[in-house]
């Protein structure tokens, strides 16, 4: 598997500004992906989905955007909140009903909201 | 019910012992998902059943670990003699496959540490 470091990249931003967490997936015959949110010592939380026939999806607060050219993903948070303090994963699966349905994980970021 | 519950949430064992884990998807939840997550990363896939059928495996399930879901309903995952590098996070994940949504849902996790 692939080597990783132990460093999370982080944003920090200001409470009440919007926050863009960006993701570089690997593999082009992924069509499917999730946002996951997790707060220390708990398990991921789902915020969105996007599937590959589509380029953005909007939920409460969050959009993800999906480029699929160039591989990339994008959460964008309005008016992020401290309780969005958390580490951010991208998840992308290969497949849709088809060879697998394990998700692969990214690396993180961590999203601080200073008060 | 209302969420993916795991058992027990914390577990300190000695090496070479065995444990086992065990995970209660939601409620006719057909897919059940088991990761593994260390410090810094992100979760990394193990094993999927669909019911009670165990479809895929990951290679990093060594012949140490064994996961069953003899009823299509809970699941256990079981590390026999185990070392320190089995200290992590142990997600377990539920979906279904019916209806348009294919989110995974993740519990709370088991944090084992080998010492």
């Known amino acids: 598997g692939e080597s990783v470091g132990l460093h999370l990249p982080t944003l920090s931003v200001q409470e009440g500004d919007n926050s863009i967490i960006n993701c570089a997936y690997s593999n082009s015959a992924s069509d499917y992906f999730i946002w996951y949110k997790q707060e220390s010592g708990k398990g991921p939380q789902f915020i969105i989905d996007i599937r590959s026939n589509m380029d953005k999806r909007q939920g409460q607060r969050v959009t993800v955007l999906l480029n699929k050219t160039v591989k990339h993903l994008s959460l964008q948070i309005a008016a992020t909140q401290p309780g969005d303090s958390a580490v951010y994963f991208c998840a992308e699966k290969a497949g849709y009903g088809g060879a697998t349905n394990k998700l692969i994980f990214g690396t993180g970021t961590l999203l601080a909201v200073q008060p | 019910d209302t969420g993916v519950s795991q058992d027990p949430r914390h577990k300190i064992t000695k090496r070479g012992q065995n444990v086992t884990f065990r995970c209660d998807p939601i409620?006719?939840?057909?897919?059940l998902y088991w990761y593994r997550q260390t410090l810094g990363q992100g979760p990394e896939f193990l094993t999927y059943f669909q019911n009670e059928a165990q479809l895929e495996k990951s290679r990093l399930l060594s012949d140490r670990f064994s996961a069953e879901r003899p009823k299509g309903s809970f699941s256990t995952l079981e590390i026999q003699r185990t070392e320190q590098g089995d200290s992590a996070m142990y997600l377990c994940?539920?979906?279904?496959?019916?209806?348009?949504?294919?989110?995974?849902?993740f519990g709370q996790g088991t944090r084992l540490t080998v010492v």
């Open positions: 994940a539920s979906s279904d496959r019916q209806g348009a949504n294919t989110e995974a849902f």
């Open positions: 409620s006719e939840h057909n897919r």
